[in-house]
């Protein structure tokens, strides 16, 4: 359903509003590596959206990493993993075992499993309407088209009212217009050939869109002991890139 | 209408122009068609009428919402209490006879203390109001056949000399037992009132009930959602005063051309929020396959809380988190209604090995507190050993592998292939014999990284020489996806 013009403009004024009364006040939760957050300025911002995009093939690259922001972005409280049929199908779908094996408490789940991209939009958004929630990951394959620049601008004004931080998982997707605040690319990494023992999950994530800073790629590695991502425990000498170069938001 | 009893096309029903030629009910076809050379005769549906009566009962719902069915042809309403509303049993009963009529129904109706007897009433003296504990008074009047027992004994009965059921009133109980049996016995006291038998409503009872109708029949949705609101403020105000909350409520809409539809929404925790309980059944009625089509419009609509449960009262120190247990009850709820409560899931644990059994998804609206705890299969310190996205049921995949038991080299997964750079494993996991008929290959589990860092869950079913002698390869499978 095509939004009258009017709708348009009034919701990016009330967006816009928005942004400049939260800005300041929203809270920031750290990822736990540091050169991350210092680029973040303290962390990822509640209240906000954030969109993840997994490089074909690591897709549960992309969950994981998903997963432990939610985690850490709702404290105590419960999150929400709003999933489409189709994408358990290709990906396979979150299980409880693979969520406890990272440390999160699979109680702290409510996973709502839906069949049409519109739904995952409505229940989204519905979700957001509510601060008992923490945390809100919303999976979407490929590049639906009801998913465009308005609905993602919906569901930034819909976190920002409640607080609640919003992650998309795009799944086999190019990356388009977004009213996100950050944008992050994240794959798996082999672990160092002189590595022993089947290390923790290693994640390369870079951030290649931020609202409110600069860019950068990390390489970090989830401990589902401390509920964090840390610097990974061997030094690789050759993997450590921290690019920050001045891009500004699209 | 005709239809095959004992072995022979007899008649089920028949018009008056062929009772007036002599004809009756039970009289084979080959005998009718005797008296009456060119009779029309029509072969029964028996399911389209059941389903008819079933349709007339819902539309009698609008009466009381205590209404039995009495096949083939027949209704039983329990009208205790609600005489009042339509003006006096009088005026109910021909109301609900003209409406009928109007419809191009024949029918006949009484008024009586028990359900035996207002049937009896009804079928021998069209239009009887039994006066309160005066039923005996009129049903020995009438012939033994308003007793609706068997043929056999009704036979039996006349064969006696037994005509009215005043006449077998009269006999010693005993007398009565012992030649007809004691079933007989019990049917005359129901007759009579002295025994009570209730009726058994389609729907059970609701414990709450408000609904309002309309002088004008509504149509809008705004005001069939505001009439759902006040009608939950209704509600909400009875379940105040007793301390309960609903956790099943319905809805039923009364059309005007006899139509009755029926909503019902789901909680998981017991509510009385008149603002809760209008949103749910706006999210249901919006989201419904087949829309709530209100034709000519709504002549009454009723909302029942169908289950209810005490409202426990939190004390004061855990408001923050109660509130938010119940911000989060109703967002279970909201989505629950929308898009069914199938899709609105919790994880709970099941105590096995099995990965693929090891957890379970179960309804968010029906979830109770869980007696199992999650108990993580890696020690502190290591990676994971379960991955976070799972395939049930496990995909295929064709592996090389330098020996057999050992783990794979290269392996080909939905067409793509993948060197393997680094395995973990094997992980043994034996199929718990005593859960299958069939004793199920043991899996060695093998966590893979392939060249390109993705990680992956794979089993080889069966252990080569041991479990699987004869069977030239063991089959491999992928189950989950690790980071």
């Not at chain 1, 957050?37 to 994981?64: M, N, R, T, W």
Request: proline content about 6%; charged content about 25%.
């Amino acid at each position: 359903m095509k939004p009258a013009v009017g709708i348009r403009a009034k919701i990016l004024a009330s967006l816009a509003k928005a942004e400049l009364e939260t800005a300041a006040k929203r809270e920031r939760t750290p990822l736990g590596h540091r050169a991350a957050d210092a680029c973040l300025g303290g962390g990822l911002g509640s209240g906000a959206l954030h969109e993840i995009f997994a490089h074909p093939g690591h897709e549960a690259a992309g969950s994981v990493f998903a997963a432990g922001l939610a985690f850490r972005a709702s404290a105590e409280k419960h999150f929400l993993w709003i999933g489409q049929d189709c994408a358990a199908r290709a990906f396979g779908e979150p299980a409880a075992t693979g969520l406890l094996e990272l440390g999160i408490k699979p109680a702290r789940m409510l996973f709502v499993r839906l069949a049409h991209v519109a739904d995952v939009l409505r229940a989204a958004n519905d979700a957001l309407s509510s601060a008992a929630l923490g945390a809100v990951v919303i999976e979407i394959p490929k590049n639906p088209k009801v998913l465009d620049l308005v609905a993602s601008k919906r569901l930034a004004l819909a976190a920002a009212r409640s607080g609640v931080a919003a992650f998309l998982l795009r799944l086999q997707a190019n990356p388009e217009p977004s009213a996100a605040e950050t944008r992050w690319q994240v794959r798996g990494l082999r672990l160092p050939a002189d590595a022993e023992t089947w290390g923790l999950p290693l994640i390369e994530a870079e951030l290649v869109r931020n609202r409110h800073g600069r860019t950068g790629r990390w390489v970090m590695e989830w401990n589902g002991d401390d509920g964090c991502f840390r610097e990974p425990h061997a030094a690789h000498s050759g993997a450590l890139v921290s690019a920050a170069f001045d891009r500004s938001a699209a | 209408m005709v239809a095959k009893r004992d072995h022979a096309l007899r008649i089920t029903a028949l018009d008056r122009q062929a009772t007036a030629h002599g004809l009756s009910s039970g009289m084979t076809v080959a005998d009718a068609r005797a008296i009456v050379p060119n009779l029309e005769v029509v072969q029964a549906n028996e399911a389209a009428d059941f389903r008819l009566l079933e349709r007339i009962a819902d539309w009698c719902g609008g009466f009381t919402p205590f209404v039995a069915l009495d096949p083939p042809r027949a209704l039983l309403l329990d009208i205790t209490g609600a005489a009042h509303l339509f003006g006096g049993e009088a005026a109910l009963l021909d109301q609900i006879r003209a409406e009928l009529a109007r419809r191009g129904f024949t029918v006949r109706g009484a008024i009586a203390g028990t359900a035996a007897a207002a049937r009896a009433l009804a079928r021998y003296q069209n239009g009887a109001i039994a006066p309160p504990e005066q039923d005996a008074e009129l049903i020995t009047r009438l012939p033994v056949e308003a007793l609706f027992l068997d043929p056999a004994t009704t036979h039996a009965l006349r064969r006696a000399g037994l005509k009215t059921i005043g006449q077998v009133a009269a006999r010693s109980r005993t007398e009565l037992t012992a030649r007809f049996g004691s079933r007989m016995v019990f049917m005359l006291d129901h007759a009579l009132g002295r025994a009570e038998l209730p009726i058994t409503p389609r729907l059970p009872a609701p414990d709450y009930r408000a609904e309002k109708r309309f002088a004008e029949p509504v149509i809008s949705r705004e005001g069939i959602l505001a009439t759902l609101a006040a009608l939950a403020r209704s509600l909400a105000a009875m379940m105040e005063r007793q301390g309960v909350g609903a956790r099943a409520l319905e809805a039923f809409f009364f059309r005007s051309d006899g139509a009755v539809r029926r909503i019902a929404i789901a909680t998981a925790a017991p509510t009385r929020e008149a603002g809760i309980i209008a949103r749910l059944f706006r999210e249901k009625i919006d989201a419904l396959a087949d829309p709530l089509d209100p034709g000519f419009g709504f002549d009454m609509i009723r909302l029942c809380a169908s289950r209810t449960e005490r409202i426990e009262t939190c004390p004061s120190d855990f408001e923050t988190e109660a509130e938010r247990q119940r911000e989060i009850h109703f967002l279970i709820d909201r989505l629950s209604a929308r898009f069914g409560s199938g899709r609105v899931l919790l994880f709970q644990p099941n105590n096995t090995h099995i990965p693929e059994a090891a957890f379970v998804l179960v309804p968010a609206q029906f979830a109770k507190p869980m007696q199992e705890a999650w108990v993580a299969v890696r020690n502190r310190g290591e990676a994971p050993r379960r991955p976070l996205r799972f395939f049930a049921p496990p995909e295929p995949v064709e592996v090389m592998a330098e020996t057999p038991e050992g783990p794979p080299r290269q392996f080909r997964w939905r067409s793509a292939l993948h060197t393997v750079c680094r395995v973990e494993g094997p992980e043994r996991i034996a199929m718990e014999w005593w859960r299958y008929e069939t004793p199920r290959p043991t899996r060695d589990y093998f966590r893979i990284e392939d060249e390109q860092g993705r990680r992956f869950w794979l089993y080889r079913e069966g252990i080569p020489g041991r479990e699987t002698p004869e069977a030239p390869a063991c089959r491999w499978f992928l189950q989950g996806l690790f980071a």
